[in-house]
């Protein structure tokens, strides 16, 4: 069962914030946050490799809570760039061959 | 950052004629690469796995006769859409990894159209 994310979609204003929440029913390994444009591939953007870890780079940080089985990424002064689909990809703790990929969040950013 | 190629971008087939499309590592070999499909306004499925000289693990409801995968070298894995239907007109991407559990990059995906 893939993960849930929610918003299903965010507009947002240049400069404005937004968070994307991850939610998985399965014990997780890892979470991957990927952004996605248009007739595009997805475009890997960070890994959260343990319970508790916080990363970021640039305006753009994600938390990982393992026991709650679930994740969050954070978009701080969003720029047109941030524009597209959001997808978390989870590697569940038993079967981390592969990564199940979450029912995305569109996100646009306008001026 | 590692780069993988997919080949060809787009393709119109018709209805019962097989295509394959070849997904490449070029600065990297990947150990494992990764078959996704995904619909318009869709989220990416994994149709299956495959490791560098095994047959590929395929994901429950994937027909493995339908779509054949070859993964013959640390550089290359190959999809064949065999009698391809309309139904099966989709994104396809792939993606590899250097290494289990390491994060994974991905094609540019291949737009198959099947009339």
């Known amino acids: 069962q893939q993960p849930v994310q929610s918003p299903q979609a965010v507009i947002l204003r240049e400069g404005e914030d937004a968070v994307i929440n991850c939610s998985s029913s399965k014990a997780l390994y890892s979470v991957h946050w990927y952004r996605q444009k248009h007739g595009e591939a997805p475009v890997f953007l960070m890994i959260?490799?343990?319970?508790?870890e916080q990363k970021g780079h640039d305006k753009i940080s994600a938390s990982f809570n393992e026991k709650k089985q679930q994740s969050s990424l954070y978009l701080t002064a969003s720029q047109l760039s941030y524009s597209g689909t959001y997808f978390c990809g989870t590697e569940e703790f038993y079967n981390t061959d592969k990564l199940i990929f979450g029912t995305g969040t569109r996100l646009q950013v306008f001026p | 950052g590692a780069v993988v190629s997919q080949h060809p971008s787009w393709v119109i087939c018709k209805s019962g004629t097989s295509v394959k499309i070849e997904c490449r590592s070029l600065?990297?070999?990947?150990?494992?690469m990764f078959w996704y499909r995904q619909f318009p306004k869709q989220s990416l499925m994994l149709m299956a796995t495959?490791?560098?000289?095994?047959?590929?693990?395929?994901e429950q409801g994937v027909e493995k006769d339908k779509f054949l995968i070859n993964h013959a070298s640390l550089t290359l894995s190959t999809l064949t859409v065999t009698s391809a239907h309309p139904e099966d007109s989709s994104f396809y991407i792939c993606s590899a990894s250097s290494d289990r559990q390491s994060k994974q990059y991905f094609g540019p995906g291949t737009r198959l159209t099947v009339t």
């Open positions: 600065d990297f070999q990947a150990t494992t």
């Open positions: 495959s490791n560098e000289g095994s047959k590929a693990t395929y």
């Open positions: 959260l490799l343990k319970g508790g």
